[in-house]
C-alpha cells in the first residue's frame, strides 16, 4: 500500500476534480473545461502543488507546452 498520504489524491481547484489515485499505478483523470486559464492543483493534504493551464484551441498560443 501507498504510505505517504499526499500522493493518494489529486485536487484541480476550479474545475470540480478530486479523485483517488491509484497506488503504485496510473489513474486516467479526463475532463472537459468549460473555460481556459490556469487551475491550482494539489494533492490532499495541500502539500504537493501544481498548476493545470487550460488553453483555448483557437488562440495563437495554444500550442506551447506546459510542463509540471
Known sequence: PNK???TKEVVVDGLGIDRTL??????DVCFTPD?????????????????LD???PLA?????????
Open 35 to 51: 473555460r481556459p486559464g490556469r487551475f491550482p492543483m494539489h494533492c490532499g493534504m495541500n502539500h504537493l502543488k501544481g498548476e
Open 54 to 56: 487550460v488553453r483555448d
Open 22 to 27: 491509484a497506488a503504485f499505478g496510473v489513474t
Open 60 to 68: 495563437p498560443s495554444a500550442w506551447w507546452p506546459v510542463f509540471f
Open 4 to 6: 505517504y498520504p499526499c
